[in-house]
Structure formats: C-alpha cells, structure tokens
C-alpha cells in the first residue's frame, strides 16, 4: 500500500517568516495530494490540494508544490501569522479521491510572536 | 448547519464495555469514514463506506464493527473496549475529493 512520510515533525517560526512542510510518497500511481490543518482540539480541515498532472498550486498565503520524478510534494506558507498555528497533515490518494488517504505523520506548526 | 455531527463527543469507559459513536451527515455525500487518531496525532483510515456498503476494511480487529443504516449515518460500534482502544475517532464524509471531517470523539478506556 501507500505509505507517505512527513518531515519535520515539529517546525517553530516567527510571525511574518515563511513555513515549508515536506512530504514523501511510496506510490508512484498516487494522483491527488490534499493538505489537512487541525487546530488544537478541532476536527481536521481541507487548506489545499493538488492532482498529480499539476506541478504547482497556490492559494493567498499558501501553495503547494509537487515533484512527481521525486514523489515528494511540500506545502509552503508564507507571512506567517499566530493563527497559522496547529498541526498539518499532508495526504496521498491513488483513487483521485478522498476515498483512500493515505496521512502523512504530521506537522506541529507553532508561529510565535 | 453541521455538516458532519459525530456524539458523542467525550466518551469514558471501562475495559471491556460496549460502545457505540453515532455520526450523521447533511451533506448529500454517498462516502463515508471511520478514521483513529492516536496519542501522537497519527490518522489512520479505519472503514469506508460508499452507498451503505463496505468498501475498506483496514486492519482493525473484529471487534469493531461499523453499521450504515442509510447513506447519510455511519456508526461505529466497540465491544469488549481495550486500554489501546483510547483514541479520538473521526468520521467523515466525501463525494469527490473533499473530505469533511465530524468534530471527533475522545474515547478514553480506563
């Protein structure tokens, strides 16, 4: 199966500094790359997601990128802010869909002051 | 509106007791999850559901047993809980690619 590993597992950044999550993928046939935020004690959320025939993907503060040769596509958040704080989870999916998501470990995101 | 309400929310047991989290979605989405987050934050897929059938079965032990009543509910019953069974369990609902994610429910097992 799909195994998707994340790094760093922790990252600590000032306000306004840029953020940047890496992950990797085992399964070459994986095809839509989601990224999950979940603020403490809350429920995980969508922030962006990108398809496998797309290199780059950019919403305001955030992007994402995907390097298919590679299997590794990261998560880029620039002008951080307090609120940008909580853990992030990227995903891979071989079905194009949310219907097998594979999660990577996690991110801690802390953006202090 | 809620989309995806999962109850109860905190739920303390002890070992060996049955359980049962209820989860409800008004979202018109025909999937369906279970997912387990561990103590360290790991989310892993447990069932999935699509049109009230069965479509993934991870590794999770018998005694878990989920049960679709219609495509909008999708509950997940525990029997005979286990100190490893303490988690926050997640359930959420897809049609393509966005998974809604219910608010979760910590289980703890004492």
């Known amino acids: 199966g799909e195994n998707v590993e994340q790094h760093p597992s922790t990252l600590s950044v000032q306000e306004g500094d840029s953020a940047v999550i890496k992950c990797t993928y085992s399964?070459?046939?994986?095809?839509?790359f989601p990224w999950y935020k979940q603020e403490l004690g809350k429920r995980p959320q969508l922030i962006i997601d990108?398809?496998?025939?797309?290199g780059e993907k950019k919403d305001q503060r955030i992007a994402v990128t995907l390097n298919k040769t590679a299997k590794h596509f990261s998560l880029h958040i620039t002008e951080t802010q307090p609120e940008d704080s909580a853990v992030y989870f990227c995903a891979a999916s071989l079905t194009g869909t949310a219907s097998k998501l594979t999660f990577g470990t996690g991110t801690r995101l802390q953006v202090t002051l | 509106d809620t989309a995806v309400s999962q109850t109860p929310k905190y739920l303390v047991t002890q070992m060996g007791n049955d359980k049962s989290i209820k989860c409800e979605q008004n979202?018109?989405?025909?999937?369906m999850y279970w997912y387990k987050q561990d103590s360290k934050k790991f989310l892993k897929i447990m069932f999935s559901?699509?049109?009230?059938?069965?479509?993934i079965n991870e590794t999770v032990p018998n005694r878990f047993s989920p049960k679709s009543p219609d495509k909008a509910h999708l509950n997940l019953h525990i029997n005979s809980l286990e100190l490893g069974d303490s988690a926050v369990y997640f359930c959420a609902s897809s049609q393509t690619e966005k998974a809604f994610f219910g608010q979760g429910t910590r289980l703890t097992v004492v």
């Open positions: 559901y699509n049109n009230k059938e069965l479509i």
């Open positions: 979202l018109g989405h025909d999937t």
């Open positions: 399964d070459s046939a994986s095809n839509y």
């Open positions: 990108i398809r496998s025939n797309v």
